[in-house]
C-alpha cells in the first residue's frame, strides 16, 4: 500500500510562482507513475501532469502547459510540480496520484490511478 503525503501549497499572487511536492512511503516508489489532478470547488477533478517511471515521459493539460514543471526524484521518492506565472483560475486542491500499471507512459485518465494523496491547497490572488 503506497501513502502519498503532499505539501508546499500556500497563497500567491497572479503571476508568482510555487512548487509542490509529494512524498509516497509504503511501496517502490520507482514502480510508480505518478500524476497531479486538481479540483477547484463546485468543479469536477481535473488532470494537470504525468510523468512516467522513470521521468522519461511527461504530459500536461493544455491550460498549464508551458508554465507547469512536472519531475520526480526516484532517490527521495518524490514528484514534485513547478508551477509558474500562476493565475487566479490555478486555485484549487492539488492531488497527487499514484498507478502501478504501464508505468512507461503516461495517462490523464483520473480512475487508472490506484493511490491518491489527502491534497494541498493552491490559492492564486488577483
Known amino acids: 500500500q503506497v501513502q502519498l503525503v503532499e505539501s508546499g501549497g500556500g497563497l500567491v499572487q497572479a503571476g508568482g510562482s510555487l512548487r509542490i511536492s509529494c512524498v509516497a512511503s509504503?511501496?517502490?516508489?520507482?514502480?510508480?507513475?505518478q500524476g497531479w489532478f486538481r479540483q477547484a470547488p463546485g468543479k469536477e477533478r481535473e488532470f494537470v501532469a504525468a510523468?512516467?517511471?522513470?521521468?522519461?515521459?511527461?504530459d500536461y493539460a493544455d491550460s498549464v502547459k508551458g508554465r507547469f514543471i512536472i519531475s520526480r526524484d526516484n532517490v527521495k521518492n518524490t514528484v514534485s510540480l513547478q508551477m509558474n506565472s500562476l493565475k487566479p483560475e490555478d486555485t484549487a486542491v492539488y492531488y497527487c496520484?499514484?498507478?502501478?500499471?504501464?508505468?512507461?507512459?503516461?495517462?490523464?485518465?483520473?480512475?487508472?490511478?490506484?493511490?491518491w494523496g489527502q491534497g494541498t491547497q493552491v490559492t492564486v490572488s488577483s
Open positions: 510523468i512516467s517511471w522513470n521521468g522519461g515521459r511527461t
Open positions: 496520484a499514484a498507478r502501478s500499471t504501464a508505468v512507461h507512459i503516461t495517462t490523464r485518465t483520473r480512475t487508472q490511478y490506484d493511490y
Open positions: 509504503g511501496g517502490t516508489f520507482s514502480s510508480y507513475a
